[in-house]
């Protein structure tokens, strides 16, 4: 099963279990109660922010509704990373990543990232270019290009979408 299916079916389920019809929940996330019905039946595409917000709504953990696996893997580079659904080498990799504060370490290689802060603020770097992104703020980029990520004051904990190849 797709994370995106996988997050939909535990978007309903979380519904059902607490008793709450689409207006209720539409209502709580400040959303329309269609909106809720595509995004839980895959008419819509679900995004970050959406989660997040429907989390909340939910009386939930984000993880919760993402499938944080409860025992993270091995730090790098600081970093502890949180699989989020399958690992696979064909498709997107999906972790929770809880970035340290420090000294920005560029990476670059082939592929392109996508992130969301749940919590914090982050500190990217891609290239000559250099963005705070606090919590509920996203970004993408190419990863060829030199990029770094650190977060500013405390821990940040953000969602890192990966691609390995541009079409793949």
């Known amino acids: 099963m ?35 019905s595509r995004l839980e039946t895959g008419a819509r595409r679900l995004t970050l922010a959406q989660v997040e917000r ?23 580079d600081g970093r502890t990373w949180w699989p989020v659904g399958a690992e696979r080498d064909d498709g997107p990799r999906v972790y929770r990543v809880e970035l340290p504060v ?8 082939e592929g392109h990232q996508w992130l969301h802060v749940l ?14 992104l606090r919590a509920g703020e996203s970004a993408d980029f190419p990863t060829w290009e030199p990029h770094a990520l650190v977060a500013v004051e405390r821990p940040a904990d953000v ?5 390995p190849r541009a079409g793949g």
Do not use: C, K, N, Y
Not at 18 to 23: F, V
């Open 2 to 36: 797709a994370i995106e299916e996988q997050v939909r079916a535990r978007l309903r389920q979380a519904r059902f279990e607490r008793g709450l019809s689409l207006a209720q929940l539409a209502a709580r996330a400040g959303m329309t109660a269609s909106t809720i």
């Open 54 to 76: 429907l989390a909340e709504a939910l009386e939930l953990p984000t993880d919760a509704l993402l499938g944080v696996q409860a025992s993270p893997s091995p730090a790098r």
């Open 102 to 109: 420090g000294e920005p370490v560029r990476h670059q290689h």
């Open 119 to 132: 919590d914090g603020t982050a500190r990217l770097l891609v290239g000559d270019r250099e963005r705070l």
């Open 159 to 163: 969602v890192i979408i990966f691609r």
